[in-house]
């Protein structure tokens, strides 16, 4: 793209260096930002959009649901600019589209716009609930455009019961990395695992609608977002050693996904496609096993680089080395690296979430109300607001830091903390990280973890390798 044109991009890691002999692993966390990547002079790129809205019988009731999404549909197309491909997929145990009527998709004007919303006015509900029908077609219908942007929303409100056995997986890989999708739940009885599959598979976010008013401001952000992209694609690369391997990558900002079987490996590169950006920032946990033995005592190893790229194989932003330094001090390699411990407390309180909801489900409340008990604590720490906010919706905090699990809870509740345990906080900086110190308190004998062995300083609070919480009071 011409020079004028070209968004700013900014790879920063963060890690800490020193290895131990007995560790076989390097941590570390990638910030990728990208800047002013507003509209290029040459105008926006050529965007595609879908609305995936369930018109299953479920749907007429109650009948708020159905209305809602017609509204949501009216409030979605009238946000489209002009010149956006877009279309109005009907949802049951097919896929049927209803505006236009049949392929190509139409291009946003006046009149379109005006015809849409009359056809999305016009949707009525009955039949069954088959999604992978309605992604096979939304990939089609992409598959037929220009755009270099293709984003859907798709909106349910029922499991996924008419679909035959592993059809929601085969569609899904069908669709891996042809377009993006944002999915929402309405109502209490839908699956909440169906949905964070779809948005991890396919690059977006998965959350529960709390009241069906709220649908059509939803619907509209996610169609602004996505519009708001302008970058079409970044590739990460990552390239090891002959004594490194990549043990895996998760996008840990703004939500957690495990990418490790989405990358491309040849060799010892491992290229990876982000989807399309706008002005934001991501955050990318990254693991190598390393061989320690084939290291050399005091002095930097490169362990492996990172480096980013978009359009036509172009770099972009300076590439980031990952480096190793073998040491006998423990009091260098046992500190954990701030912002790795970071994404290791957003990974144990994911979990206590999810356990939470699994024990509720069984009817343990007793279980439940000890991992959100843990959730609520971590999500403290982690200065986690929105998740605090969704466990309130679910519990009271007593003055002791225990939790009661509240009366009357909806499901949609839990749906929404459920899918909320991916959403992560950042608190770095755009600063490069200064050179590693030796913090006072890491003086002293090391806590071993009874978990993996890992070594951390004496005051940590959790292992910066597994993430399991040290034991209050237990010898280091």
């Not at 790879?11 to 990728?32: E, G």
């Not at 997986?169 to 891996?176: D, F, H, I």
């Not at 706008?278 to 096993?289: N, T, V």
């Not at 608190?427 to 806590?447: I, Q």
Request: charged share 25%; proline share 6%; net charge negative.
């Amino acid at each position: 793209m011409p020079e004028r044109d070209r968004p700013s991009f900014t790879l920063q890691l963060s890690q800490n260096k020193y290895l131990a002999p007995a560790d076989d692993r390097m941590d570390v966390v990638l910030t990728v930002r990208v800047g002013d990547a507003g509209v290029p002079a040459a105008g926006p790129p050529p965007t595609a959009e879908l609305l995936l809205v369930d018109c299953s019988s479920s749907m007429d009731w109650p009948p708020t649901k159905i209305e809602a999404a017609r509204h949501a549909c009216r409030a979605a197309i009238g946000s489209l600019r002009d010149g956006v491909l877009f279309g109005v997929v009907e949802c049951t145990g097919r896929a049927r589209l209803v505006y236009p009527s049949e392929p190509p998709l139409a291009v946003a004007g006046e009149r379109t716009r005006h015809e849409a919303k009359a056809a999305a006015s016009a949707l009525i509900a009955g039949g069954g609930t088959a999604m992978s029908t309605w992604l096979d077609l939304a990939g089609d219908l992409f598959g037929k455009t220009p755009a270099a942007i293709r984003h859907a929303v798709l909106l349910t409100d029922g499991k996924n019961e008419s679909d035959r056995t592993g059809a929601l997986e085969a569609a899904l890989e069908r669709s891996r990395g042809r377009f993006a999708c944002d999915a929402r739940g309405i109502g209490d009885d839908w699956e909440p695992r169906d949905l964070q599959r779809i948005a991890s598979v396919l690059r977006g976010s998965a959350d529960a609608v709390l009241e069906d008013a709220e649908l059509a401001g939803d619907f509209r952000r996610l169609v602004e977002r996505a519009m708001g992209r302008t970058v079409p694609d970044l590739r990460l690369r990552l390239t090891t050693m002959p004594y490194t391997r990549l043990r895996f990558v998760k996008q840990v900002f703004p939500t957690e996904v495990d990418l490790t079987a989405q990358g491309q490996p040849e060799g010892r590169v491992f290229e990876l496609p982000t989807g399309a950006w706008g002005d934001e920032l991501r955050e990318y946990h990254l693991c190598l096993d390393v061989e320690t033995a084939e290291l050399t005592r005091y002095e930097d190893r490169l362990l492996g680089t990172v480096a980013l790229f978009a359009g036509a194989g172009e770099a972009v932003g300076e590439p980031r080395a990952v480096v190793g330094y073998l040491t006998d001090d423990l009091a260098l390699s046992s500190v954990p690296d701030d912002d790795v411990a970071r994404v290791s407390g957003q990974a144990e309180l994911g979990r206590a979430v999810r356990a939470g909801w699994d024990a509720f489900e069984r009817d343990d409340r007793v279980a439940a109300a000890r991992e959100w008990g843990t959730a609520v604590r971590l999500a403290t720490e982690l200065g986690n607001a929105e998740i605090l906010k969704r466990l309130g919706r679910l519990v009271d905090v007593r003055d002791d830091g225990t939790v009661a699990i509240k009366d009357g809870v909806r499901p949609r509740d839990g749906f929404s903390l459920v899918l909320g345990s991916t959403i992560s906080t950042y608190t770095g900086s755009a600063e490069p990280a200064a050179a590693v110190a030796v913090a006072p308190e890491a003086v002293g004998a090391p806590r071993q973890c009874i978990h993996c062995g890992h070594k951390a300083r004496p005051s940590a609070k959790r292992c910066g390798r597994c993430g399991e919480p040290f034991e209050a009071g237990a010898a280091s």
